[in-house]
């Protein structure tokens, strides 16, 4: 008998149009929160989640450290509004941060009630561990492998809701805008390889950042800001690129995360000598410690910075894949480590062939977040009517100039169901679909994909692009930039499109044809890399994460605004947005003190 | 010297080309910290862009790079070359599941599955947010944590002959994920899941050949929960035959 | 660009299956170790009846056990018997989560305490019998 039987299945292939009254894209955090929302805001909607991987998948999985809200009666509000913003560099919307610091109680409780497993205090309630930047511990989490729960909880809630409709596999690849409303995607069915036609009355961006323009990243490989570029090239500006978050401790060669909760459960960094260096850049005095927001738990930007001057100054450790300084936890001992960071042991054990328990982890930094997004409103809502952004992929702008850890996992719940909840009222009074014209912008995207092969006479190879790719955004656009490196970028990723127009692939087949994929989401990065590296240009300042070596001071006279990069034919055009400032005016940062 | 190579032997299907299903092999450098994963990425970028294989977050959470790897079920990502070399590694798709292209499995069924559990906290009476959260103990967490952890890689399906043999059995990642919500404090919800565990096809198919436990890279342990799944549903028949009077 | 397909392919387990890894062996012996089992207590059945049947029935049923061959079953039985329960013992932690005081009762200290309950009615059945 033969081992390899055949069977066919999946014998529908009808190029019908599908048609729902929500569009979600990406199902991580965002996507699931907003899609659970749109569908509790009105049963009646008919609400569908479009993934180009499978739910649990998503990257929201790889988050560690933790979600933070205020619950504990020695926080406030206030404090929570103020650490973020300072943490901006004051390049937040500060109405934006108020809303969002009072609605995410709410919205890590409704977490709670969802099951997820938060760890807890003896008496049973939430407890909350301290994190870098902020003033007082009021980060929820569940062990170090806090994303995985809280994807987990919110993929399981939404598979009780009969009225959500999931296309798993399924690659988005345009917004198909029509009478100036968004009203479908196409995307490809994985399985098929068919471009297929999805219709909404309105359409919410999920698809997360996209680390993965840079070679060394904490960011899975489906990171590709996939959602940006689709909005990108639909006419929304992306906001905000420049400022690419480096998180201080990443293993080195692969790039691995180890969480801030290392630091916040009380490890040290410390450079070749075995001195806590952070104290010679602003963040000490180191005694006493531990202290909130000061020395290791200072705020990102900074720390990361401070190891370039420790590099600079010959003070870290020569390694195979570069210098490194060590994260020393061993003085937490063996117990401790196990109940609140044991991923981060598993981690360095698998990954850096060492045990926290008995030596220090071997760390640099690494690529970890996009401040920078889909340009939104308070509500998610983008400048295209029937257009939400949420998560990672958009930048409703809490984040500013430098985000502070454990604020993206909240922010994903609470600007994910905003989000959901507007486009659920939009959809309700927004009937009419212009199916005609949408169904022949899907005709010619299909064309424009079957295209992509280069049996044309291609020759370039998609790998070898994206290798050139993160090259240049690492050289030009790292964590200190200057006008000379910016322009050699934007150069580079000038010729690297042109290239991409000569791109042939070896997979000319349809099902499951990841290679055509990898070529999609390569063009979207070259629009996102693009934004960020004219982006960072035009910024002739410095602030947070984004540190000019030929520009080094903040000038809010002419900075204090938020860039805004539109596509063109050629390169962006960059605009100019005022930030906005309620009660918090624009101060020096200061930590440590 | 010559840089040391390593062959990996890929299972390669492709639907719309017709033909069975055939092993090729591929010589790539051997480094001694490059995983399984880092092996099939460099033959995809560099000598064969149609493999097709799933694959995201490198460090193990994700669930999506299951394969076997010489016969065992593994996360391509944690599996490192030099546990093989210099001998060569042969990959295929995760056993048990159709496939659907090269390394890509149809995992339809463990989708349904995994519903078919009502994987949500289920109560009889929601609480509003505004009287906070449910208390819960640390020791009551400890409970169903482990049952938590399934990243729903399916190496477990892929390790069980009972799931290979008979398809439609539950299978091990849903009924511990079916454990994990019946075991937590806040949930009331194990009757109506029960419906769905004690029957032939739920708990009572497994044998406890105890391979999923085995397969788990998060340290599940799927067969203890189908176990202990048993003791309660004895229990609860023992209630109902000696105690039909009592209340369930 | 080809027609679009989805043609999975659906593998079957070849007879084999147990022979291909170490523990599904293991496991397999383990279900096999009933069929000793069952022809032992058939053989105890015998002996009961036989025990009813009369003194000569009983005697020449005691000179057949006797015999090598039987000898050697019932060692096989033995050890059949042995690999199940001790097997059986060990994956009991499995089953069974004891707490005492909110922390977990070692996996050792269940396997630990079923053996010492089969030490105790064996004893118990020795002392019984002779």
Same mark, same amino acid.
């Given at each position: ?21 929500? %569009? ?379 985000? %502070? ?189 | ?24 092999? #591929? ?129 477990? #399906? ?91 | ?48 009846? /036989? ?42 932690? /499995? ?36």
């Amino acid at each position: 008998m033969n081992p390899w039987q055949n069977t066919n299945s999946a014998a529908d292939q009808m190029h019908e149009m599908l048609e729902h009254d929500i %569009l979600v894209i990406g199902g991580g955090a965002a996507g699931l929160r907003a899609a659970i929302a749109a569908v509790q805001t009105n049963p009646r909607l008919n609400v569908a989640i479009v993934s180009k991987v499978y739910p649990m998948r998503s990257h929201t999985v790889s988050a560690e450290g933790g979600a933070a809200a205020v619950i504990k009666s020695n926080d406030s509000l206030e404090e929570h509004i103020n650490d973020t913003i300072t943490g901006s560099d004051w390049l937040a919307d500060q109405d934006v941060v108020e809303a969002f610091v009072r609605e995410a109680p709410d919205e890590l409780l409704q977490l709670e009630h969802w099951g997820c497993p938060w760890s807890r205090e003896p008496d049973g309630s939430i407890a909350v561990r301290p994190f870098g930047g902020m003033t007082i511990e009021r980060t929820w989490f569940a062990a170090d492998k806090v994303g995985f729960h809280l994807l987990h909880t919110l993929f399981q809630t939404s598979l009780k809701f009969e009225s959500l409709t999931r296309y798993d596999e399924w690659f988005a690849t345009k917004l198909l805008v029509e009478n100036g409303r968004c009203q479908g995607v196409s995307a490809i069915e994985l399985r098929t390889g068919e471009v297929r036609l999805l219709l909404a009355k309105a359409v919410i961006l999920c698809t997360g950042g996209a680390g993965r323009i840079y070679p060394f990243t904490t960011n899975g490989a489906i990171k590709t800001g996939d959602g940006m570029a689709m909005a990108y090239r639909a006419g929304v500006p992306l906001k905000d690129m420049e400022f690419v978050q480096y998180h201080p401790t990443g293993l080195p060669g692969t790039g691995i995360l180890i969480t801030e909760a290392a630091r916040g459960e009380g490890g040290i960094l410390v450079n070749k000598d075995g001195y806590r260096y952070l104290q010679d850049y602003g963040m000490g005095p180191p005694d006493p410690w531990p202290r909130l927001r000061a020395m290791e738990l200072g705020p990102r930007d900074k720390i990361s910075q401070a190891f370039v001057h420790e590099m600079r100054k010959g003070r870290t450790i020569a390694g195979p894949y570069g210098d490194v300084v060590h994260l020393d936890v061993r003085h937490l001992g063996e117990t401790k480590i196990d109940t609140k960071i044991p991923f981060v042991r598993e981690l360095a054990h698998r990954y850096a062939g060492i045990d926290p328990v008995h030596e220090p982890i071997p760390v640099r930094p690494v690529v970890h977040y996009m401040m920078g997004g889909v340009h939104t409103d308070i509500n998610g809502a983008t400048p295209i009517a029937g257009l939400y952004a949420a998560g990672e992929s958009a930048c409703v702008s809490i984040n500013g100039a430098n985000r %502070l850890g454990s604020n993206s996992l909240t922010e994903c719940l609470v600007f994910g169901a905003r989000a959901g909840r507007h486009a659920a009222a939009f959809a309700a009074h927004h009937r009419s679909l212009d199916r005609a014209a949408l169904a022949a912008q899907a005709r010619d995207e299909a064309k424009r994909v079957a295209g992509l092969d280069g049996t044309d006479g291609g020759t370039e190879r998609i790998a070898m692009l994206r290798t050139e790719m993160t090259r240049a955004m690492e050289e030009g656009t790292g964590i200190y930039r200057d006008e000379g490196s910016l322009s050699k970028a934007c150069d580079v990723l000038r010729t690297l499109r042109d290239r991409f127009a000569r791109i042939r692939l070896d997979d000319r087949t349809r099902s499951f044809n990841t290679e055509l994929i990898a070529a999609l989401e390569l063009e979207c990065m070259l629009d996102v890399a693009e934004a960020v590296a004219h982006s960072a240009l035009a910024r002739t300042e410095s602030r947070g994460s984004h540190q000019r070596t030929d520009h080094p001071k903040r000038d809010d006279a002419r900075f204090l605004k938020h860039t805004l990069a539109y596509s063109t034919d050629g390169a962006p055009r960059i605009d100019y947005l005022d930030v906005v400032i309620t009660r918090w005016p624009p101060a020096e940062r200061v930590y440590g003190r | 010297m010559a840089e040391p190579t390593i062959a990996l032997e890929i299972f390669r299907y492709h639907p719309e080309q017709g033909e069975a299903p055939s092993f090729r092999r #591929y010589e790539i450098p051997y480094r001694e910290d490059w995983v399984v994963l880092d092996g099939i990425n460099y033959i995809k970028d560099q000598i064969d862009g149609t493999l097709a294989y799933r694959w995201s977050c490198r460090m193990g959470v994700c669930g999506s790079c299951g394969m076997m790897i010489n016969g065992t079920p593994r996360l391509s990502c944690a599996a490192f070359l030099r546990e093989y070399f210099p001998n060569p590694v042969r990959v295929e798709p995760l056993a048990h599941f159709p496939v659907e292209r090269d390394l890509v499995i149809v995992m339809d069924d463990f989708m349904h599955k995994l519903r078919e559990v009502k994987p949500w906290l289920i109560r009889g009476q929601e609480t509003p947010l505004s009287e906070g959260e449910y208390r819960q103990t640390p020791a009551e967490v400890d409970e169903y944590k482990q049952y938590s952890m399934c990243i729903n890689c399916m190496l477990c #399906y892929a390790a069980c002959p009972v799931y290979g043999l008979e398809p439609r059995f539950l299978g091990p990642a849903a009924i511990a994920l079916a454990q994990r919500y019946n075991l937590d404090s806040r949930d009331e919800g194990r009757r109506e899941r029960q419906e769905v565990l004690n029957t032939e096809e739920g708990i009572w198919d497994c044998t406890l050949v105890g391979e999923c436990t085995t397969a788990c890279p998060v340290h599940v342990d799927p067969a203890g929960s189908i176990q202990r799944a048993k003791v309660t549903a004895t229990v609860d028949w023992y209630k109902d035959v000696l105690l039909p009077w009592g209340k369930r | 660009m080809g027609e679009a397909v989805s043609r999975p392919y659906r593998r079957t387990m070849p007879a084999t299956w147990w022979l291909t890894n170490r523990a599904y062996f293991l496991f397999m012996v383990r279900e096999l170790t009933s069929v000793f089992i069952a022809i032992y207590l058939v053989l105890l059945l015998v002996l009961i009846s /036989k025990v009813a049947a009369g003194r000569e029935a009983y005697e020449a049923y005691l000179t057949f056990l006797g015999t090598p061959a039987v000898l050697a079953f019932h060692v096989l039985a033995l050890a059949a018997a042995l690999y199940h329960s001790i097997t059986w013992f060990n994956l009991a932690p /499995k089953g069974l989560v004891v707490r005492v005081r909110e922390r977990r009762v070692p996996d050792a200290i269940i396997a630990g305490s079923n053996y010492l309950a089969w030490i105790a009615v064996s004893a118990l059945l020795w002392w019984v019998v002779l």
